[in-house]
């Protein structure tokens, strides 16, 4: 009977049942979804900001979830698989007025002081879409949150291959 069940898996739902490889890498920066992503270390001494993440709640009703990347972390299974997470600081938004405030034209302001779901705190990348946040003038606790939209990356060395191939024709 187990045996019939595993045939039945998909060969990636069975990977994942296995346990990862015993080491992970650790990295900085990580492009998905269009975005270019970076720890909040990293962009410690940078003007950009790429580290401030957003995931949408399962219920669209709620607000979603707000947070800023301290880790990023590639967990590599049997088979080839790999599986990018990002290990955040989460924003509350469980408590309107005290953790986050909405206006009349769906701004979100965040108290950046106001932390939660720390027990919670890995996310999968591709799960994350990218904002930024701006700091109140008025309150320098709280910061409104920007959506930004996803860019196109080219793969330069792919171009160059292809420009190299093309050299020699």
Known sequence: ??????????????????EPDKRVLH??????NGFRFHTRKHEATKTGQNS???VQREDAVRIPYYGVIKDIIELRYTEGLRVVLFECEWYDTTREGLGYMRDGHSVVTLNTTRKC???????MASQTL???????VRNRDWYTV???RPINFYNLAEEEEILEEHAYQ
Do not use: N, W
């Not at 990218?130 to 109140?136: I, W």
């Open 146 to 148: 920007i959506e930004t």
């Open 117 to 123: 779901h720390a027990d919670e705190s890995y996310v």
């Open 52 to 54: 401030g993440v957003m």
């Open 1 to 18: 009977m187990h045996e019939e069940k595993v045939a039945t898996l998909h060969p990636s739902m069975l990977t994942l049942s296995r």
């Open 130 to 136: 990218q904002v930024y946040y701006v700091q109140c």
């Open 27 to 32: 990295f900085t920066g990580y492009c998905i």
